[in-house]
T-cell receptor, first 115, second 114 residues
Framework: AQSVTQLDSQVPVFEEAPVELRCNYSSSVSVYLFWYVQYPNQGLQLLLKYLSGSTLVKGINGFEAEFNKSQTSFHLRKPSVHISDTAEYFCAVTARMDSSYKLIFGSGTRLLVRP | DAGVTQSPTHLIKTRGQQVTLRCSPKSGHDTVSWYQQALGQGPQFIFQYYEEEERQRGNFPDRFSGHQFPNYSSELNVNALLLGDSALYLC?????????????FGPGTRLLVL
């Protein structure tokens, strides 16, 4: 079975500073990895996903993530954050080999960008 | 192009009642998944529908049931509501069953059980 750990429940950062949101997963099989963002009172929006190939994945709004198989991590980064990036961020995993699939989510990290 | 839509947006029920939530998938999508998101938690998978059949189910009791219609829209039914069923219920749609396909989420239905 797969699981996802997001160790940081909240990350405060000043505007224009860099940020890294950590995600570790466990799985006995190969996985696909996703980062979603949830703004207040809204659904989830896909930021980026790793399927295969290059381990550095670029997404929307200037975010990127790096897949590290040996460390079973998929950390999300942005070099310079804006106030508008304040939101909840969820890392998710799904197994490659399932005939059907479900997303397993972490508990989320609240990014709080301060002026 | 309309994205995933859900109705109603908010709902208040009392313990023991039954509720039906509705979801229309994004155009071109044939698979619908339902998730429960409790306050301060990540979404938890309830079940998934494809070709009008439940294909996979998470760790939810039989009080949670669903249906998919020929137009790919879907309903989530919850019977004998408990206080703990209070949550945001999210619907997600995608093309087919491959795990690599992106799931697109609706805005959710916020259910409060009193």
């Amino acid at each position: 079975a797969q699981s996802v750990t997001q160790l940081d429940s909240q990350v405060p950062v000043f505007e224009e500073a860099p940020v890294e949101l950590r995600c570790n997963y466990s799985s006995s099989v190969s996985v696909y990895l996703f980062w979603y963002v949830q703004y207040p009172n809204q659904g989830l929006q896909l930021l980026l996903k790793y399927l295969s190939g290059s381990t550095l994945v670029k997404g929307i709004n200037g975010f990127e993530a790096e897949f590290n198989k040996s460390q079973t991590s998929f950390h999300l980064r942005k070099p310079s954050v804006h106030i508008s990036d304040t939101a909840e961020y969820f890392c998710a995993v799904t197994a490659r080999m399932d005939s059907s699939y479900k997303l397993i989510f972490g508990s989320g990290t609240r990014l709080l960008v301060r002026p | 192009d309309a994205g995933v839509t859900q109705s109603p947006t908010h709902l208040i029920k009392t313990r023991g009642q039954q509720v039906t939530l509705r979801c229309s998938p994004k155009s071109g999508h044939d698979t619908v998944s339902w998730y429960q998101q409790a306050l301060g938690q990540g979404p938890q998978f309830i079940f998934q529908y494809y070709e009008e059949e439940e294909r996979q189910r998470g760790n939810f009791p039989d009080r949670f049931s669903g249906h998919q219609f020929p137009n790919y829209s879907s309903e989530l039914n919850v019977n004998a509501l408990l206080l703990g069923d209070s949550a945001l219920y999210l619907c997600a749609s995608s093309r087919g069953l491959a795990g690599r396909e992106t799931q697109y989420f609706g805005p959710g239905t916020r259910l409060l059980v009193l």
